[in-house]
């Protein structure tokens, strides 16, 4: 079956940078769209950024809060999507999720102090 195990990500200060990673099982990992998502408690689920899948040429976009902080990428070979965050801001504290249609991963706790 579809896992998603995400990790990475924690508590950083202003301004600092943080790698979120997320190893996928149970399909063929190349073939799908992987996404990032985030969702602060009593708030929406907010698009982060999406890796297209290899019919794509895996093409990247991001959500417009990004900004350009922040870079998706993959590993194929290591079934892996990353997520990396730069120029973080209290305002990206929240939880983050990796996603692959319907399936989610569990969820890391990003904390950014100022």
């Known amino acids: 079956q579809v896992e998603l195990v995400e990790s990475g990500g924690g508590l950083v200060q202003a301004g600092g940078s943080l790698r979120l990673s997320c190893v996928a099982s149970?399909?063929?990992?190349?073939?799908?769209?992987m996404k990032w998502y985030r969702q602060a408690p009593g708030k929406e689920r907010e698009f982060v950024a999406g890796?297209?899948?290899?019919?794509?040429?895996?093409?990247?976009f991001y959500g417009d809060f990004v900004k350009g902080r922040f870079t998706i990428s993959r590993d194929n070979a290591k079934n892996t999507v990353y997520l990396q965050m730069n120029s973080l801001t209290s305002d990206d504290t929240t939880r983050y999720y990796c996603n692959r249609s319907i399936f989610y991963s569990q969820g890391t706790q990003d904390t950014v102090t100022s």
């Open positions: 890796s297209g899948s290899s019919a794509s040429g895996h093409s990247t």
């Open positions: 149970g399909f063929t990992f190349s073939e799908y769209s």
